[in-house]
């Protein structure tokens, strides 16, 4: 029997194994290298790496790729940037007309956005680690541990290879604080390894910068191999 790539993904998040964010409350703390139990290979873009049909980066002067592309809230799909991918279920974009933005409403009820959205991402490496951004500022519908279907995915590329006795996070840039792993307070936001990409994937609550940092596997004491 045929089954859809949309339904075969969301199949595939059901078995993540996690637990129920902010900012400043996201200080260092040890946690293991142990991975996850759904398919990243599930999530992974039906097009060919690259630009994934959204169009064609370009290069602005601080040597960031910069590509902009249109998502459809009401589909679930995986778009690309580079070697890089990010995946949304369908609704999960909160409206941002009347959802707001900040630390304190990232599991705040919101609307979901119904019409297309255009998106810009601009990234790069660091360190050999992959670096990103995106605009417009926009937060993601609240899904709790228990429906990772309805998680937004972000997959990051590394320049370097990565190991697999090490323990990789991929930072959120905030505001206040500089770089943040916001995995310590809410355990749905740990970053996992795919080894067969030397990619780095998590779940996001909202866009920023993120950015791939690791740290021996005894635990987050202090990145030993991050460039900030």
């Known amino acids: ?30 946690r293991t290298a142990e991975r996850p139990a759904f398919d990243i290979q599930a999530l992974q873009p039906e097009l060919s790496r690259g630009s994934g049909g959204w169009g064609s980066s370009t290069s602005n002067e601080d040597g960031e790729n910069v590509l902009t592309f249109r ?40 609307a979901p956005l119904n019409q297309p959205i255009n998106v810009t991402v601009k990234w790069s490496s660091k360190g050999g680690y992959s670096f990103v951004t995106f605009s417009p500022q926009l937060r993601f519908v609240p899904a709790d541990a228990r429906s990772p279907f309805r998680w937004v995915i972000l997959s990051l590329h590394a320049q370097k290879k990565l190991h697999e006795q090490d323990v990789y996070s991929i930072l959120y840039n905030c505001d206040t604080d500089g770089w943040v792993d916001e995995a310590p307070s809410d355990a749905t936001l740990r970053a ?24 021996n596997a005894g635990g987050f004491g202090g990145f030993s191999d991050a460039s900030y």
């Open 192 to 215: 996992w390894l795919d080894p067969l990409h030397n990619s780095v994937v998590r779940r996001i609550k909202h866009f920023s910068g993120y950015m791939v940092a690791a740290a």
């Open 71 to 110: 998502i459809d809230p009401n589909v679930a799909r995986t778009y690309t940037f580079g070697e890089n991918w990010i995946y949304f279920p369908a609704r999960s974009i909160c409206d941002p007309a009347t959802s707001g933005y900040g630390t304190a409403l990232w599991d705040t009820p919101c």
């Open 1 to 30: 029997m045929h089954v859809s790539m949309q339904v075969r993904r969301s199949i595939a998040l059901f078995v993540v194994l996690a637990a129920a964010s902010a900012c400043s409350d996201a200080t260092s703390a040890p």
